[in-house]
């Protein structure tokens, strides 16, 4: 181990109390901490800018001259990547606010608990390692790449982009499937965006959102006197956009009385103003999209058949964010980036840990949920990278070692029962059949992360050969299903092409 590995961490007391300082450097001298002292604020500014910087600074509130917050504020700014721990006499909300506003690690109240001192300095110093141990900030992309907001490079959503680029140059009616929270009004908006209709409006209109009784008001006007409450003329959506691109997210929500309209609209381009007697043209391009299975609701007749294939002329599918988890590393950089141009948040970067657990996550509320997520944990990040620690704790949850053997079956039929008990050769080898078993039955590619993070968790170090072969096994078994296709064999197993390749290699 070289000297620089061996050091111990250093930890700058900042107090003009002397006795606190004294006391403070015995208790984290016991510990084996190198220790640091700054009578004041002013000092211990300057001895963070002439360093060596310390991996810790304990930050005393009230003090003489320059007060803690504001060091606090300017000992952030020469470096943003100081933890920093506050102490204070009074817990005030105003302290715990201010404190956690100018990126403090976390407080302590005098008088001191020793054990609890030295948990919340331990606690930092992780975090502060974790922070150097996930590197450099090296963009994945550019945010001016994705002006579109739709990011992604798997092959489900390099079809989308074929799709998109296919009908802008028509003004085909397009209909956009796709559980919520998968892009589909981006979609809509980059069609738009790259038809001869740019420069006209884009109208949005949320189909669920307005109730039936107002809902052909909304689209189609009204005029003065047409029903309670209708005190003058209203102009509607689509003689709004006459020459643009009106956009009916969640249409499989719309009433059957205005689906009547809607075809209308589609068939001949005329709409009347709800309680009007006058035919007015409008020359409107409509992208519909829905969450709903369309098909069914027409067996159920629900939903108009006639509409089902005039707005169905091309459908661009949203592929959930659980089917294009590779897309996880490149949506989450998109987000940071936008995040920290936008001044919304100081995390710029997150950890390889924090990674992994974002990609083993299901995402049932797909990208919109991994936007607040990533939101969330940038604005809370105590460093400059989003750490495990910042996830929010069901995003933990469902991705540790008790989750993954719950999520994947019956816990009384969990095929990793059976092996529970068994040896680390037969746990091993049983593990590569489930998840052989389970992509060549068409079981979701998550299957081989959730066994894979089973298995690290029961054999822990002293099985990294047997990793290896059941992971050599399951890529054969896989690549044997596919009858050899590496593509299909990848696509099952989660993996890009040239991962695979190189594990084959």
Same mark, same amino acid.
């Given at each position: ?18 006795? $606190? ?14 220790? /640091? ?49 506050? @102490? ?20 302590? @109240? ?46 489900? @959503? ?16 397009? @209909? ?26 884009? =109208? ?5 959102? =307005? ?39 969640? $249409? ?63 459908? $661009? ?10 897309? =996880? ?18 995390? /710029? ?9 974002? $990609? ?120 044997? /299903? ?15 092409? /040239? ?7």
């Amino acid at each position: 181990m070289s000297e620089a590995a061996a050091k111990p961490p250093t930890i700058l007391i900042v107090d003009d109390d002397a006795e $606190i300082r004294y006391s403070l450097t015995r208790v984290f001298s016991s510990r084996g901490y190198q220790v /640091a002292e700054a009578a004041s604020g002013e000092l211990g500014l300057a001895a963070v800018k002439k360093g060596p910087v310390p991996d810790l600074v304990f930050l005393d509130v009230r003090m003489g001259g320059m007060g803690g917050i504001e060091t606090l504020r300017l000992i952030r700014s020469v470096n943003p990547r100081q933890l920093v721990v506050l @102490m204070t006499a009074f817990g005030t909300a105003q302290t715990a606010i201010e404190a956690m506003k100018y990126g403090a690690f976390d407080y302590v @109240m005098k008088p001191f608990d020793p054990p609890k001192v030295l948990a919340i300095a331990e606690a930092a110093l992780k975090t502060h390692a974790d922070l150097r141990a996930a590197g450099d900030y090296k963009p994945a992309l550019n945010t001016e790449d994705y002006k579109e907001g739709i990011v992604g490079n798997s092959p489900v @959503m390099q079809e989308v982009f074929k799709i998109i680029g296919q009908v802008t140059a028509s003004d085909v009616t397009v @209909m956009i499937t796709g559980e919520s929270g998968t892009g589909k009004e981006l979609v809509a908006r980059s069609i738009w965006k790259h038809s001869h209709r740019a420069g006209k409006p884009f =109208i949005a209109v949320n189909c669920a959102a =307005i109730p039936d009784n107002l809902i052909e008001s909304e689209l189609f006007g009204h005029e003065r006197g047409s029903f309670t409450g209708a005190t003058g003329q209203r102009i509607g959506k689509f003689e709004l956009c006459d020459g643009g691109t009106i956009f009916l997210d969640e $249409i499989g929500d719309m009433a059957p009385a205005t689906q009547t309209k809607i075809l209308r609209v589609l068939q001949a381009g005329e709409i009347q103003r709800v309680g009007g007697t006058d035919t007015l043209k409008v020359d409107v391009r409509v992208i519909a999209a829905t969450n709903k299975d369309l098909e069914a609701m027409v067996k159920a007749k629900t939903f108009r058949e006639d509409l089902y294939y005039r707005l169905n002329v091309v459908r $661009i599918k949203m592929p959930a964010l659980r089917e294009r988890a590779e897309d =996880i590393p490149l949506i989450t950089d998109f987000c940071l980036q936008t995040l920290v141009k936008q001044r919304k948040a100081h995390a /710029a970067r997150v950890s390889a840990e924090a990674l992994a657990v974002l $990609i083993r996550y299901p995402w049932p509320g797909n990208v919109r949920e991994l936007e607040n997520v990533i939101y969330r944990s940038a604005v809370i990040a105590q460093g400059d990278a989003i750490l495990v620690k910042d996830l929010p704790a069901e995003i933990r949850s469902a991705t540790s070692t008790e989750a993954v053997v719950g999520e994947t079956s019956d816990v009384s039929h969990s095929p990793f029962e059976s092996v529970r008990t068994a040896n680390a050769e037969q746990v091993a080898l049983a593990t590569a059949r489930v998840v052989a078993e389970s992509v060549a039955s068409g079981e979701p590619a998550l299957t081989v992360t959730r066994a894979l993070d089973y298995l690290h968790a029961e054999l822990r170090q002293e099985s990294e050969p047997l990793l290896e072969r059941v992971t050599q096994e399951l890529i054969q078994r896989s690549v044997a /299903a596919a009858g050899g296709d590496l593509k299909v064999a990848a696509a099952e197993l989660g993996l890009t092409l /040239a991962a695979l390749k190189k594990r084959l290699k």
